[in-house]
Nanobody
Framework: QVQLVESGGGLVQAGGSLRLSCAAS????????MGWYRQAPGKQRELVAR???????NYAESVKGRFTISRDNAKNTVYLQMNSLKPEDTAVYYC????????WGQGTQVTVSS
């Protein structure tokens, strides 16, 4: 299991954009599916985007058309481009395999103000 470090979060106004990065300590080239998850206060963690080895992507309905997931196997990094952010996107964002490993990174906080 590789270690994952998320970064790129911050405070942004509604309608703004952020790009999250997830750096893996080892190779992700053989991991079929990687995903971005988020957990808002008082809510369960949810999968918002996933990408497989063939670069096929899937998104939660709540983010479809606004978020884009990508992966760079050469850099062992997964990205999440988030556009048209809404206050309801406020959460801690994590990356992990899909299905997820038991161990999680520290996540990166995204706060969207109205």
């Amino acid at each position: 299991q590789v270690q994952l470090v998320e970064s790129g979060g911050g405070l942004v106004q509604a309608g703004g954009s952020l790009r999250l990065s997830c750096a893996a300590s080892g190779s992700i080239s053989s991991i079929n599916a990687m995903g971005w998850y988020r957990q808002a206060p008082g809510k369960q963690r949810e999968l918002v985007a996933r990408i497989n080895l063939y670069y096929n992507t899937n998104y939660a309905e709540s983010v479809k058309g606004r978020f884009t997931i990508s992966r760079d196997n050469a850099k062992n990094t997964v990205y999440l481009q988030m556009n048209s952010l809404k206050p309801e996107d406020t959460a801690v964002y994590y990356c992990n395999r899909v299905p997820y490993w038991d161990s999680w990174g520290q996540g990166t906080q995204v706060t969207v103000s109205s």
